[in-house]
């Protein structure tokens, strides 16, 4: 009954002026910031907030994870998926430490949440208590922002702050820690949404000079080419950007990150870019007369050597983050706004006609890469399967509509390059941090983000392996979610680089595996595994079709590298093809 | 690698220093001098800080200075375009032994006497590091039980003010 009440009267809860418990009034605070959805693991010093929970489970859904880690990807994916701050909580210590690499991978990916950490009693901070770590300072160099609660009257204030931090401006994690004696204290209940701090700007004011700047270069180019980064995503911009492209006969590479934001089947798309990218926008990068970069921040595995990138191009760069600015690559006019403002106003006055030429040096080229690479991998006539057969395989069965969330290797870059993204926001991957592990928590987010969606995750065998234990999440809350093991009993990318620059010496990359059917059904999921090209299709088919979890297990080729590769250090145009 | 000057506007908060110092930690940029107190304007901090590096480097240490939260502006300074001071402290023994020669180095220094009593005498002086050191140097023979400076203080010699800067931002 007192559940009900409670449910009844949620739009009134804001300022009834009632005191409560600090942990009544955390759980308050997520409702009205919209939360309805989190993820995290209980312990000690976050019992007083989960027993508050525990009469709001109507208002709020709680996903047990079975390792924070796992708790922190499951949050990431949901937040990409939803534009909605992911939310965790976890105890202290042990508990919030094994946050640490959810929060590197969420700042470095600019992924909104907000993550809440239990902490010892305010008196014993300092005291080396039991479960005792600084958060606060171990988090530091990966949140857009922390705190520590110490007094229940700070929560309502600071949960305001988190929220508005985490979701505006290029997006972030928070982290709050809570001292256990500001979870029981009592105080009146009074919550007001941050509406702005004076120290943090996260919407920058828009100068038109930046934009007509930019035009006048757009306008005046001849071999234009737009680098589309998440910022896209992030922003909602995936009309603008059609519309700019459009508009000025553009072709359009997607950064890693970027994927999904543009068509793969719009005549203007020319691929991904980057070490394992497609051939045409890397070479072109260093054939193009203007570079206009959106959303995207020039990191290493797009640039390769910096000192050999883009040197005959002008380059527009146009991100929310001013500090990305001239930081890898120095640029010749930074525009610093939001990408849908930004487009929005460019697309006012930017105009372009066809560029026959320039649209077919990128054909040329993925027809050189089609010859070399992709007819090779996706009509192997080795005896194992490829990797790219299966994402091939896949990329068709699920008509390209699919989310799609990826570990980091090679199965990572062959469904980047292989995928067919129809629809925006499709692909959930960790790109700058490159977490290993983070695929499959990351479908269960996805998925309980977008409960009729076909989520898929792709990982590897080495990945699968870091965080296998939420199955137990797929299986306790039946989630359709459909996992996809490319085995090559190897750490396949470490082993390419072996392979290549370290003349195959293969330290410490052969994988011994268990038998992942067999683990698989233990936690009471359906479980194939294929090796032979015939089968494939049919156990894919059965994948999809299938009404609940299924785990499919696919031998593949040991030997086989991702190519085309711009080696470590290498210049873009110096992308290898065999 | 030369000489910069950065000065950081701040809330007073717990953890910001922390977080300010991380930037050029994880870029290894050694902290020469470090400063911070109270500005012009009730509640934020100035921080002077002091490093030798590369202006490219600077430059993206700035900005990134600037995105943390509860940071209002940062900014840095080529030697030239700053006026900047420190403060010494020398803490000299008492004894019959000083004489005239210590009185007339104290003048010539431009430095005085802050207290005397029959074990120590504490000398300040206010100036560039070099003058301060070349003090100690000449204060050496005397004994020096101890030797405080302080980071270096700085205003800029640019036009707009830290309040100009606030007062956009409060918009």
Redesign the interface.
């Given at each position: 009954m007192e559940t009900a009440t409670k449910a009844e009267n949620i739009k009134e809860m804001n300022n009834t002026g009632e005191t409560l418990s600090g942990a009544e009034i955390l759980v308050r605070s997520l409702i009205q910031e919209g939360v309805d959805t989190m993820f995290g693991y209980i312990g000690g010093a976050i019992m007083p907030v989960y027993d508050a929970l525990y009469d709001y489970q109507k208002e709020l859904k709680h996903y047990m994870s079975r390792h924070e880690q796992g708790a922190t990807h499951s949050a990431q994916a949901y937040a990409r998926l939803t534009k909605k701050p992911g939310v965790c909580f976890t105890t202290s210590g042990p508990g919030a430490t094994n946050l640490l690499t959810g929060l590197a991978d969420a700042y470095l990916d600019s992924t909104p949440m907000v993550v809440i950490t239990g902490q010892v009693p305010s008196g014993l901070l300092g005291s080396d208590a039991f479960q005792e770590t600084n958060m606060?300072?171990l988090s530091?160099?990966v949140t857009?922002?922390?705190f520590q609660i110490t007094k229940v009257e700070e929560i309502a204030e600071v949960m305001a702050k988190a929220f508005y931090?985490a979701r505006t401006g290029r997006p972030g994690p928070v982290l709050i820690d809570i001292t256990k004696d500001a979870q029981v204290q009592k105080a009146e209940y009074k919550y007001e949404r941050c509406k702005g701090?004076?120290?943090?700007?996260p919407v920058p004011k828009l100068n038109m000079d930046e934009i007509l700047a930019a035009a006048e270069l757009i306008n005046s180019a001849k071999k234009p080419m737009i680098l589309a980064g998440q910022g896209i995503l992030l922003s909602g911009a995936e009309q603008e950007l059609m519309e700019f492209a459009e508009k000025t006969q553009t072709p359009v590479a997607c950064t890693l990150l970027g994927l999904s934001s543009f068509p793969t089947d719009h005549p203007l798309y020319v691929g991904m870019l980057g070490m394992h990218g497609n051939y045409g926008p890397n070479m072109n990068t260093n054939q193009c007369d203007v570079l206009i970069a959106i959303g995207m921040r020039f990191d290493d595995r797009v640039t390769g050597d910096t000192s050999k990138y883009a040197k005959q191009a002008k380059i527009v760069h146009i991100d929310i983050?001013?500090?990305e600015?001239?930081?890898n690559i120095s640029v010749d006019v930074p525009v610093l706004a939001d990408a849908k403002q930004a487009l929005t106003e460019l697309n006012k006055v930017v105009s372009g006609s066809e560029r026959e030429e320039w649209m077919q040096s990128f054909k040329d080229y993925y027809q050189l890469e089609y010859e070399k690479v992709i007819e090779k991998q996706t009509h192997s006539s080795r005896e194992r399967i490829n990797m790219a057969e299966v994402i091939d395989c896949l990329s068709e069965k699920t008509n390209g509509e699919a989310v799609l969330c990826t570990d980091v290797g090679q199965h990572q870059m062959t469904s980047a390059r292989y995928y067919k993204f129809k629809n925006p926001n499709t692909q959930v991957t960790s790109g700058g941090l490159g977490t290993m592990g983070f695929g499959m928590p990351a479908a269960i987010g996805a998925q309980i983000a977008d409960p009729n969606a076909t989520v898929v995750s792709v990982s590897g065998d080495g990945g699968f392996q870091m965080t296998i234990q939420e199955l137990a999440v797929i299986r306790q809350y039946k989630l359709p979610v459909k996992s996809i093991v490319l085995n090559n009993s190897f750490l396949g990318m470490v082993r390419q680089w072996q392979d290549l620059f370290f003349e195959q010496r293969f330290s410490y990359t052969e994988m011994d595996n268990p038998d992942f059917v067999k683990i698989v059904e233990g936690y009471g999921i359906k479980a194939k595994r294929v090796s032979k090209r015939e089968e494939l299709q049919d156990a894919i088919q059965e994948m999809i079709d299938f009404p609940g979890a299924f785990f499919l297990e696919v031998v593949v080729e040991t030997e086989s590298n991702v190519l085309p590769m711009i080696a470590p250090g290498a210049a873009v145009s110096e992308m290898r093809l065999e | 690698m030369k000489e910069y000057t950065i000065t950081v506007f701040?809330?007073n908060n717990i953890?910001l220093l922390?977080?300010v110092t991380?930037v050029f930690s994880?870029r290894k940029i050694n902290i020469e001098s470090l400063t911070v107190s109270e500005s012009e304007v009730k509640g934020v901090s100035r921080y002077t800080i002091v490093v030798f590096s590369d202006e490219k480097k600077i430059?993206?240490v700035v900005?990134?200075l600037?995105?943390i939260?509860?940071?209002?502006k940062a900014l840095y300074f080529k030697a030239e375009e700053i006026v900047h001071q420190e403060v010494a402290l020398f803490k000299i023994a008492n004894s019959p032994k000083l004489n005239g020669n210590l009185e007339a180095l104290i003048r010539r220094q431009n430095a005085k006497i802050l207290t005397v009593n029959p074990d120590f005498l504490v000398i300040e002086r206010v100036g560039y590091k070099a003058e301060n050191q070349e003090l100690f140097n000449e204060l050496e023979q005397y004994g020096v039980l101890q030797f405080a400076r302080s980071g270096r203080v700085a205003v800029s010699c640019q036009k707009k003010e830290f309040t100009s800067y606030l007062k956009e931002?409060?918009h």
């Open positions: 606060v300072g530091m160099p857009k922002w922390n931090i701090i004076r120290s943090y700007q983050d001013r500090s600015h001239n930081k | 701040s809330e953890g922390n977080e991380i994880r430059e993206n900005r990134q600037e995105k939260i509860g940071v209002f931002l409060s």
